[in-house]
């Protein structure tokens, strides 16, 4: 049945995240196939994913997910979130027949770039912590230097910001505070590690004490979704399909700000 599915003119990819973040995700995704049945999920009733312990994380994902795939059979799942990427890869692809594009802190492409050889992994705390995260460095940063910076607040701002709440320049200044070094070696590139950080990158670049290269792998994320699917048939009708695990209707500024997305309104799971 999967592959019926994989080789389907329209094909349906999900997209899932903790929260709102995997929409930078999507909007690639949209943007390089417009043949694409796509499904935006997000597990907004246990957000943010990074106050989980990693049990906890693995079993919530496997189980919303199992309920998904079910659901909206789909040909293939991106995991639109770096902290659940780094645990719950394994275990999906174990249980599941179709693939599933993961979402990794992009050293490689950052020291590959960097000039001055000293970049920033903006990332949650869970990311920064993960042995994923450093074994990447190890492999491909070594003529680098990585500070890797993790923020609980950014996430949470990010998601506020979306929905109209708010989020001042003093509080997002002091979150990427700390990934600009200048001890000899100046910062000069930061990965934005986190789905949700890219819904900041223009407040980002405003606040920023100088200009650096911002990596978002969001393009890289969605051409590794054209390369596993079919080539691309004729444009899909009909919007983007979004569901909330919490049930909560969006409100008037989240409600438009999904609508620029692509996204219909939403339906709880």
């Known amino acids: 049945m999967q592959d019926s599915l994989a080789t389907s003119v329209n ?19 949209s943007a390089l196939r417009r043949n694409l049945k796509l499904v935006y999920a997000a597990d907004d009733a246990v957000f943010p994913y990074g106050r989980l312990e990693d049990d906890a994380l693995i079993a919530r994902v496997s189980s919303v997910m199992d309920e998904l795939i079910a659901r909206y059979r789909p040909a293939l799942a991106v995991i639109a979130c770096n ?14 027949a179709i693939p599933f594009v993961g979402t990794v802190p992009a050293i490689k492409p950052a020291c ?11 990332a949650t705390p869970g990311t920064v912590k993960r042995d994923y995260t450093r074994a990447l460095i190890e492999e491909f940063a070594s003529d680098c230097v990585v500070d890797l910076v993790g923020s609980p607040w950014l996430a949470p701002l990010a998601e506020a910001h979306l929905r109209g709440e708010g989020a001042t320049d003093e509080e997002i200044a002091k979150e990427i505070a700390p ?48 390369s596993l699917l079919p080539p691309q048939g004729q444009p899909a009708k009909g919007p983007v399909s979004a569901y909330f695990t919490s049930g909560k209707a969006p409100g008037p500024a989240l409600a438009a700000a999904l609508q620029s997305f692509g996204i219909e309104p939403v339906t709880a799971i």
């Open 179 to 226: 990934a600009f070094r200048d001890d000899g070696a100046k910062t000069d590139t930061v990965v934005l590690a986190c789905t949700h950080y890219p819904l900041l990158l223009e407040r980002f670049k405003a606040l920023a004490p100088w200009p650096v290269a911002w990596i978002d792998p969001a393009a890289a994320i969605a051409r590794r979704v054209a």
């Open 83 to 96: 902290t659940a990427s780094t645990l719950t890869l394994p275990v999906l692809r174990a249980k599941h």
């Open 11 to 29: 094909p349906t990819v999900l997209v899932f995240d903790s929260g709102l973040g995997g929409l930078t995700v999507l909007r690639e995704i």
């Open 112 to 122: 590959a770039q960097s000039k001055t050889k000293r970049i920033s992994v903006l």
